[in-house]
């Protein structure tokens, strides 16, 4: 059955905005007592769990970070959204000798520090943008936290008028009131217009007041977002018309219900979010190739002299190719500031 997230649903369906946050952010919602607890490896799977490859871009990342500032210091890594603390990990494991006295890496989730992580990654519990601090030297980072910042979606009746889309606690879908919020209309015009009956569209100003609310506690460094998007083009031309809201559960894609059983997701207007910042757009191929990252793989004759280092060498360019595979995780929108 169902679960009646906070009696949210007890006078009807409401919009999907305030469906999505109750489902994951009430007092029975996916990440607060829900399933989400478990930690997000358990219900999908992110590039942050793809092997060691990310937190070796990560590292990559980090270091051209630190070079433009003149090597402080002291270098903040903040990580929004950080599940189980997995990239920091990865990055502290990964870095130089050098850097790593200087990192000061944070980590930031809805939920509690995770049992046995690293002493050195200090842990803020609480949401974006409100627990980012509020002066950030070096790298602030959301990996795949976009696409779970709750947004209205809404579709045009049969009259060509677009109409707020509710939902009820089953999943079961109406149509509501027109939509008349002149900010919500302001968006839609500017980057993803509808007016053919049955066509949706999902309202991303959400997404792109947390990331400009984000942003604007750096002082110096880059700010990188990365995830699932799409641009205006790709609106335009008629990829997502049905939208592209979804679940996921116990590492399965289900149908988007908001009981607070699943993880509810929605890819990122990545153009409006880079638009939001001043922040600049491309492929992660594309950035992480302008990093040096590569996929290359290791020299043959390391497998005379050292069959071991050669295994884990392949294997490291196996994982590198996954990040950078342009029909997948290479696709994947990069939006960056830097100051």
């Not at 880079?274 to 990252?293: D, M, P, V, Y």
């Not at 696709?331 to 960056?336: I, Q, S």
């Amino acid at each position: 059955m169902p679960v009646r997230t906070d009696r949210a649903f007890a006078d009807g369906p409401l919009p999907w905005s305030l469906a999505w946050h109750v489902a994951a952010h009430g007092g029975t919602g996916f990440w607060t007592t829900g399933p989400g607890t478990d930690g997000p490896a358990a219900h999908f799977r992110t590039a942050a769990h793809a092997g060691t490859a990310l937190g070796r871009a990560l590292t990559v990342l980090v270091r051209d970070v630190d070079t433009r500032l003149g090597h402080p210091d002291r270098l903040d890594v903040v990580d929004l959204g950080a599940g189980h603390g997995e990239l920091l990990t990865a990055l502290l494991r990964h870095v130089d000798d050098d850097l790593r006295p200087r990192l000061r890496p944070v980590a930031i989730d809805v939920r509690p520090r995770p049992a046995g992580l690293d002493e050195r990654i200090a842990w803020i519990t609480g949401s974006v943008p409100e627990a980012v601090p509020n002066v950030v030297h070096g790298l602030l980072l959301a990996h795949e936290l976009l696409d779970e910042i709750p947004l209205d979606v809404v579709e045009v009746d049969d009259d060509g008028c677009v109409r707020l889309v509710l939902v009820d606690a089953d999943g079961s879908e109406t149509l509501g009131p027109l939509l008349e919020d002149v900010d919500d209309l302001a968006w839609l015009a500017a980057w993803w217009p509808v007016d053919e009956p049955g066509t949706r569209a999902e309202i991303g100003r959400t997404r792109d007041d947390v990331w400009a609310a984000c942003v604007a506690r750096l002082a110096r460094g880059t700010a990188v977002a990365v995830d699932y998007g799409h641009t205006r083009d790709e609106r335009d031309a008629g990829r997502y018309d049905h939208g592209t809201l979804t679940a996921y559960r116990d590492g399965r894609q289900v149908a988007p219900v908001p009981d607070g059983t699943a993880n509810l997701t929605a890819h990122v207007a990545a153009d409006s979010v880079a638009r939001a910042s001043g922040g600049a757009l491309r492929t992660q191929r594309e950035s992480l190739h302008a990093l040096g990252f590569s996929a290359a793989l290791p020299e043959s004759s390391l497998a005379a002299h050292d069959p071991s280092a050669y295994a884990d060498a392949l294997q490291a360019a196996s994982d590198a190719a996954e990040l950078l595979d342009p029909s997948g995780l290479g696709a994947f929108a990069w939006v960056r500031v830097d100051r």
